[in-house]
């Protein structure tokens, strides 16, 4: 009796099919290029079986099935075989054309999931970079995918408006990407730089945002002047070439007689101020000379003083002996003939 039971609920489920899980009403699903994803569909009666179901896509711009879609050929995998109930999807490889809405539909009702493929993700993204330019000029705004050999298929640019690729306003024939190499650089190059182009700018890559601060200044960019500064990195070859040529010169420019006279004269200077043996024999001379000239004075003082010494005593014995003059001088002559 109760297998009857059994047989006969088991008969009603898949009388009444299936009702899909309400959690499944709509969904927004993310995921990487290269990767697999699932789409989750199912019965809310794991006991119940669709009587019949499909995956369908509007890529196309019309729904269309997924598994009549050549684009999924050997991508996909249902599940329905395994439990009837689990009516997922799996896709695999994913590439960013796969990303889309798609429809889980039974005979009776359907449910919507949006699938996001990035194929870029921004660095700094929904995040702030401060660019300066200069008015006349042009500037890069940066955007760049987090792996630059990643190649979005829609790239756009904004400044309270799109900029890029639909070129409005002021912008018009100002506005171009820089050249793809890699292929993960967006920057966006602005040219003819003015004063309203000050703003803020936020590049787009699917749901990712990157933003930029433009500020601009009037005039021109100030250029540092190159340092004049002698460069010690000379090779010794070449220190020696610029010497050799600077002598060359000034022998060229200058007579031959002043030159050696001029290098002569040098090279007394340099000898009487630089070597030590001039140097002491000079000192040794003047030393000389200055004893000398201490030493004249005192032997003239002596001399003179000597002279004036024997000028006194002869005065003196010719004073005392006045009165024997006469008789001295008879003594003197006489001397010879008592002999």
């Known amino acids: 009796m109760m297998k009857c039971l059994y047989f006969l609920s088991v008969v009603f489920h898949v009388a009444a099919g299936c009702e899909l899980s309400s959690d499944n009403d709509w ?10 994803v699932l789409l989750p569909c199912s019965c809310s009666d794991l ?7 499909t995956w369908m896509t509007f890529r196309t711009g019309n729904w269309t099935e997924v598994l009549n879609d050549e684009q999924y050929n050997g991508r996909y995998q249902l599940f329905n075989n395994t439990s009837p109930a689990n009516l997922s999807l799996l896709i695999s490889d994913l590439r960013e054309e796969d990303q889309e809405v798609y429809r889980c539909s039974t005979e ?26 200069f008015t006349g000029e042009s500037v890069v705004l940066p955007c760049f995918c987090t792996d630059l ?5 829609t790239i756009k ?20 990407l820089v050249r793809k190499n890699p292929p993960g650089n967006l920057s966006l190059l602005i040219s ?3 004063e309203e182009d000050q703003g803020t700018y936020w590049c787009n890559v699917q749901n990712d945002w990157s933003c930029v601060r433009l500020y601009v200044k009037v005039g021109k960019r100030e250029t540092s002047i190159p340092s004049k500064e002698k460069d010690t990195t000379t090779p010794l070859s070449a ?15 200058n007579s031959p007689t002043a030159s050696s006279s001029t290098t002569q004269d040098e090279n007394i200077q340099e000898t009487t101020t630089n070597s030590p043996t001039a140097s002491s024999s000079t000192t040794q001379v003047l030393s000389f000379f200055l004893v000398l000239l201490l030493l004249i004075p005192g032997v003239v003082a002596f001399i003179w003083w000597n002279c004036k010494g024997r000028r ?18 008879d003594q003197i002559f006489m001397r010879p003939y008592s002999q």
Request: charged share 30%; hydrophobic share 20%.
């Open 239 to 253: 220190t020696s070439k610029t010497t050799q040529d600077e002598n060359l010169q000034e022998t060229t420019t």
């Open 47 to 53: 006991h119940s079986k669709p009587q019949k179901f």
């Open 27 to 36: 969904l927004d699903i993310t995921s990487y290029k290269g990767r697999s």
């Open 157 to 176: 640019w904004f400044s309270y408006g799109e900029i890029y690729p639909e070129q409005t306003g002021h912008y018009k024939n100002r506005v171009k």
């Open 192 to 194: 003819n730089l003015t």
């Open 108 to 133: 009776k009702e359907h449910r919507d999931i949006t699938l996001y493929v990035k194929g870029c993700e921004l660095v700094n993204k929904r995040e702030f970079v401060n660019v300066t330019g």
């Open 312 to 329: 006194s005593g002869e005065y003196v014995m010719n004073k005392g002996n006045l009165g024997c003059k006469g008789k001295q001088k």
């Open 149 to 153: 050999q990643d190649d979005p298929k």
